[in-house]
C-alpha cells in the first residue's frame, strides 16, 4: 500500500508559478513510477506528467510541455510538478499517482496504469 499526499496547490495570478509536490509513503517509492493528473469542474480527468522511477525519462502532455517541470527525490520519497507560465485553463484538481514499475526508466500516461491515487489539490490561476 502506498500513500499520497499532495501540496502546494492554491490561488495564482495568470502568468505566476506555483510548485505541486506529492509526499508518498508505505511500500518501496522509488519503485513506482509517478505522474500527475488533473480535473477541471466539468470536465474529465486529463494526464499532466509521467516521471519514472529512475527520473530518468519523463513526459509531459502537450498543453504543458515547456511550462511544467516533474521531478522526484527518492530520498524524500517526493514527487514535485513545477508550473511556470500559468494560465486560467490550467485551473483544475491536481492529482499524483503512483504506477508500481519493473524498469527504471518506463512511464505511463493512462490513469488506468496506476496503482495509487493522492487526494488531490486546487489550483486555481486567475486572469
Known amino acids: 500500500q502506498v500513500q499520497l499526499v499532495e501540496s502546494g496547490g492554491g490561488l495564482v495570478q495568470a502568468g505566476g508559478s506555483l510548485r505541486l509536490s506529492c509526499a508518498a509513503s508505505?511500500?518501496?517509492?522509488?519503485?513506482?513510477?509517478m505522474g500527475w493528473f488533473r480535473q477541471a469542474p466539468g470536465k474529465e480527468r486529463e494526464f499532466v506528467a509521467a516521471i519514472s522511477w529512475s527520473g530518468g525519462k519523463t513526459y509531459y502532455a502537450d498543453s504543458v510541455k515547456g511550462r511544467f517541470t516533474i521531478s522526484r527525490d527518492n530520498a524524500k520519497n517526493t514527487v514535485y510538478l513545477q508550473m511556470n507560465s500559468l494560465k486560467p485553463e490550467d485551473t483544475a484538481v491536481y492529482y499524483c499517482?503512483?504506477?508500481?514499475?519493473?524498469?527504471?526508466?518506463?512511464?505511463?500516461?493512462?490513469?488506468?496504469?496506476?496503482?495509487?491515487w493522492g487526494q488531490g489539490t486546487q489550483v486555481t490561476v486567475s486572469s
Open positions: 499517482a503512483a504506477a508500481a514499475s519493473s524498469f527504471s526508466n518506463t512511464y505511463y500516461t493512462g490513469g488506468s496504469e496506476y496503482d495509487y
Open positions: 508505505g511500500r518501496t517509492f522509488s519503485r513506482y513510477a
